[in-house]
């Protein structure tokens, strides 16, 4: 556990306690970790893999809400509450995570108070990142919101590379539609417009930003 960011400042018998109600669990490639409307009754940290977690809206439509990586931990909302995930959770890459029971992990905190710190310094960022979005929706068009969304998912979860900075989940044209609250047809159409200006370049599922100053140039307010 001590190699989670969360807890590395525990000592060997703190570290010792939290093993003790630490639960490893593993999930395929497009299995549900919990969904949305399920009572929240654990947290989650992720070991391996990758997990995104989606609103379905109104009309049938999935809002991705979060893309998270190795160390990351969630929900980010309701972890402690007696109600609902507001969200569903899914791995997007066969997953590893280590699970605690909220109410253990609740006296756990009691008895850690710069943990308490730390894990609200960590919410309050994914709250921050959140606003982010939601300004993006707000303020940007559609190829505004998919060059910003690139450039946070190459932040997180880029991997360098002569090309440039690859963006190797997996993640279908529907996801990022779901992404920056579009149509699958517009995300196609946006990243074609992209690939011509040599912004970026497309393998597969792959997508490298291969010119920054290029692709920043498409982030514009709505006129």
Not at 35 to 63: C, N, T
Not at 125 to 145: F, I, S, Y
Request: aromatic share 6%; with cysteine; hydrophobic share 40%.
């Amino acid at each position: 556990m001590k190699r989670f960011p969360l807890f590395n400042d525990l000592d060997d018998d703190e570290l010792e306690r939290l093993s003790k109600i630490v639960f490893g669990r593993k999930y395929k490639k497009n299995q549900v970790i919990f969904a949305e409307g399920e009572p929240v009754d654990s947290v989650f940290l992720i070991r391996e893999g990758r997990v995104k977690v989606a609103h379905i809206l109104a009309d049938g439509r999935e809002q991705i809400l979060h893309i998270l990586r190795p160390d990351d931990i969630f929900p980010h909302v309701g972890l402690f509450g007696e109600g609902p995930f507001p969200a569903t959770a899914e791995a997007i890459q066969d997953t590893t995570v280590a699970l605690i029971r909220n109410m253990e992990f609740e006296s756990f905190l009691l008895d850690n108070p710069p943990l308490c710190i730390k894990l609200l310094k960590v919410m309050s960022q994914k709250l921050r990142r959140l606003q982010g979005q939601v300004k993006d929706l707000a303020m940007r068009d559609t190829h505004g919101r998919m060059a910003s969304v690139l450039f946070q998912l190459a932040k997180e979860h880029g991997i360098p590379s002569d090309e440039g900075i690859g963006i190797d989940l997996g993640l279908t044209r529907q996801e990022l539609a779901g992404l920056i609250g579009t149509s699958r047809e517009t995300v196609s159409r946006v990243l074609s417009d992209f690939r011509r200006d040599k912004a970026i370049i497309i393998k597969r599922q792959q997508i490298i930003i291969a010119d920054e100053h290029r692709l920043r140039s498409w982030i514009q307010p709505k006129a």
